[in-house]
């Protein structure tokens, strides 16, 4: 059981990986940390939306599973 579930959070975790990489596009490296004042908020629609809401779940499930992985030690 506990390998399945390590198996399941390094496969998790790449997505994660790619999905936060797949958001950052068009950011600055000083805005990913707040520092750039000429950025303009804006809402997120469509597919920057769906992909946001994916990372959000992805993250969760992550650490759903780091979790129960506790458990199973």
């Known amino acids: 059981m ?3 579930i390590n198996i399941a959070m390094i496969v998790l975790s790449v ?3 790619t999905l936060i990489l ?3 596009k068009g950011s600055s490296f000083t ?4 520092s750039d004042a000429g950025s303009i908020n804006r809402t997120r629609r ?3 939306k769906t992909l946001f809401q994916v990372t959000i779940g992805t993250a ?4 759903l599973l ?3 992985n506790s458990f199973f030690v």
């Open 2 to 4: 506990q390998t399945a």
């Open 15 to 17: 997505l994660m990986i």
């Open 22 to 24: 797949m958001q950052t």
């Open 31 to 34: 805005g990913a940390f707040g």
């Open 46 to 48: 469509g597919v920057e």
């Open 60 to 63: 969760g499930a992550y650490v």
């Open 66 to 68: 780091a979790i129960a």
